[in-house]
């Protein structure tokens, strides 16, 4: 059909009643049209008449009728570009027909832009010159002379302020059309330009467009899918892949906002980095918490939620397992993405700026940060905490200003303190809730009175100690131990320490090697040991501790078993994984974390205790066992882990108190012996 007849009849399909297939057709001729009419003029007609046409905008689709009028000016402005490019210098005739148009990308972009008048709304041009400037533009296509260019990135910064300083004008669709246009077109806007754009304004229409109808939904399709979720034989579940709360589901994760959610958080980010007003800060942060609060609240009614994720194989049936389930946690996973993003750039923003680091808000700050951590760590758990930058940030800075406010930080612990503190709740997202704790608390024990140690991080440990924990709360096991090291390691918690330092070193040694790995318990040892050794004030009021508890190592060891420990329980992480070189027995490990804990005792202890562990390496049965630990020996003796004093006391042992020759050969000392006198002839080593 001639163009001619086809803009006619396409004007005339716009004034038509709203038709889904019907629309389809005409706008996948409209974008024919944009890129075959060779006049000007009707290119301006036809923008201006679709931009009003009752056909289209009638019955609106959300987002997606916004997002398809993008589309219709990207394609069409890639197509004049290309057959700009390729036609420009052939000659054409009624043999060689000219492809497109034949409008120059100028000429085409000013008379689309000239069809955005005064009768449509402004969000309405934003989504036409994003079209426009990321077809002839985007992907480094430089369609677009520099000073057009210019031009309407200048215009549709000036068409977005202008929307933003009427949003009841725009309506939920007017803002969502706008965040949408500009997410796509952001990259394309110069420094300059950016700078011009009315932040203030801009954040919270982000922000809510985020988590709003076309954005997240704030949470309520959780709630939805409980009412799908249907118990069948025996104790499985089942989320049916026909059932409406999936199918809903998936639309969500196609619509436009959900779909490009990375780039809309770095545009939230970088709003925050520019407001003028850092009460918007503030407002946007407490925004993400009610958010992040109202998704974990509807997941704690979801029948999903009762499952831990160690059995889910156990309780969920296959196609459950291999379809429903891994969309849902899509979905959760670019919400909690998108919310780190964010989170970042507020606590960024408080670093710098003078009201926001102000001691009435920053504690304020901080404390709601780690409560959104809290929110959300039943989805950032699956993916280990410390998976990404952005998260590992956010943690340690809001912790870093909080643990500057004692009072802060007791009110914030208080806050969020197990309900069930001392004992172990059967609910999975509980028991998820107080892994957060645990790994949240450790960080606030020198900020913290002795008492309040002992009430908020001492009695919530204490259940996750026990030796006889479920193997799988291995995790929640190992934020129990690093918590509790860190209450000891504290130095004003000197008679706390004392007082339950004997029930800690009991559930350490019946913990191993059940519940800690090799590397976990060696950690843990030392680490007691550095507790009951100076400059800790525990060696003062208590100087034979650190005696005492080589001495429980010793004697565990001598009665040690010797066959290699199963990978079940020597890997239980991928750090194990990292640091195990071959198999080791129960009693290798032992005599290593001995060896671990020689650089930090008294050198009267170790004058003791060099030899003793040179004994004791001679008692292990496998000779690959006793060389790995043969190497551990002479590592700690001269790599650099003792100080000065306590190097020259393991010189002296080595050369003349008969060290080496219990080391290398396994002979005990039997002198005294003379500097340089003839020994028995047969064996030598060069050390």
Request: with cysteine; charged share 20%; net charge neutral.
């Amino acid at each position: 059909m001639p163009a001619d007849r086809l803009l006619t009849t396409v004007l005339r399909a716009y004034q038509g009643v709203p038709d889904p297939e019907q629309n389809n057709r005409i706008l996948s001729s409209t974008t024919s049209l944009l890129t075959t009419l060779s006049n000007p003029l009707n290119v301006t007609l036809l923008t201006s008449h679709l931009l009003t046409a009752p056909a289209i905008w009638n019955k609106i689709d959300g987002l997606d009728t916004s997002l398809r009028i993008i589309s219709i000016f990207n394609t069409a402005a890639i197509t004049v570009r290309k057959h700009h490019v390729e036609g420009h210098s052939k000659p054409y005739d009624a043999y060689q027909p000219r492809q497109g148009g034949g409008i120059a990308c100028d000429d085409w972009a000013k008379a689309v832009v000239k069809g955005l008048d005064e009768r449509t709304p402004r969000w309405q041009h934003i989504l036409v010159i994003c079209g426009v400037l990321i077809g002839m533009e985007g992907q480094e296509r430089r369609g677009l002379s520099r000073g057009l260019r210019t031009t309407l990135e200048n215009a549709m910064v000036t068409a977005v302020n202008l929307a933003l300083d009427n949003p009841s004008t725009a309506g939920i669709l007017g803002s969502g059309s706008l965040v949408l246009a500009l997410n796509h077109a952001f990259p394309l806007l110069s420094d300059g330009v950016r700078s011009e754009l009315n932040y203030d304004a801009l954040l919270m229409v982000a922000a809510r467009a985020m988590t709003s109808t076309e954005g997240y939904q704030e949470g309520y399709f959780i709630e939805a899918i409980d009412y799908d979720v249907k118990q069948v034989s025996g104790n499985k579940f089942d989320w049916a892949a026909k059932s409406a709360s999936f199918q809903q589901l998936q639309k969500l994760a196609k619509k436009p906002v959900v779909a490009s959610m990375g780039p809309l958080a770095r545009l939230i980010a970088h709003a925050i980095e520019n407001v003028r007003n850092p009460l918007l800060v503030v407002e946007t942060r407490e925004h993400l918490l009610a958010f992040t609060s109202g998704i974990s609240q509807k997941w704690q009614r979801n029948k999903l939620s009762e499952i831990d994720p160690s059995e889910e194989a156990t309780f969920l049936t296959p196609d459950t397992l291999r379809i429903t389930f891994p969309v849902l946690w899509q979905i959760l996973k670019t919400a909690m993405f998108a919310t780190v993003v964010i989170l970042r750039a507020v606590l960024g923003r408080t670093l710098i700026d003078r009201v926001l680091a102000s001691p009435q808000v920053a504690p304020v700050t901080a404390s709601q940060s780690l409560l959104v951590l809290g929110t959300i760590h039943f989805i950032s758990s699956r993916l280990g905490s410390n998976a990404f930058s952005a998260y590992t940030f956010v943690n340690i800075t809001s912790i870093d200003i909080l643990t500057r406010f004692p009072s802060s930080s007791l009110a914030f612990l208080r806050t969020i303190y197990p309900p069930h503190a001392g004992q172990i709740p059967a609910h999975p997202l509980q028991r998820n809730h107080d892994l957060f704790y645990l790994n949240t608390a450790e960080h606030f024990t020198l900020s913290l009175k002795p008492a309040d140690v002992e009430s908020l991080i001492v009695t919530p440990c204490t259940p996750y100690l026990s030796p006889i924990a479920n193997v799988h709360l291995l995790e929640i096991f190992e934020a129990a131990h690093s918590a509790m090291l860190a209450v000891l390691a504290a130095p004003q918690n000197e008679e706390l320490t004392a007082r339950i330092l004997p029930f800690y070193v009991e559930s350490l040694f019946a913990s191993f090697p059940r519940n800690l790995s090799p590397r976990q318990f060696r950690f843990a040892f030392k680490a007691l040991i550095q507790i009951c050794t100076p400059p800790n004030p525990l060696s003062t009021s208590h100087p034979f501790m650190a005696e005492t508890l080589l001495e429980m190592l010793h004697h565990r060891a001598l009665n040690a078993p010797t066959t290699p420990l199963p990978p079940s329980v020597a890997i239980k992480s991928e750090a194990d994984a990292k640091t195990q070189e071959i198999p080791l027995s129960e009693q290798a490990v032992l005599l290593l974390t001995l060896l671990d804990a020689l650089p930090n005792v008294t050198m009267a202890v170790l004058e003791v205790w060099l030899p003793l562990s040179a004994d004791l390496l001679n008692v292990i049965p496998d000779p690959s066992m006793k060389e790995h630990c043969k190497r551990r020996f002479w590592e700690v003796l001269e790599g650099g882990e003792m100080d000065v004093e306590r190097s020259a006391v393991c010189v002296a042992w080595w050369g003349t108190r008969g060290g080496r020759e219990r080391v290398l050969f396994g002979e005990a000392e039997g002198g005294p012996f003379m500097s340089g006198g003839l020994g028995a002839p047969g064996r030598e080593s060069r050390l």
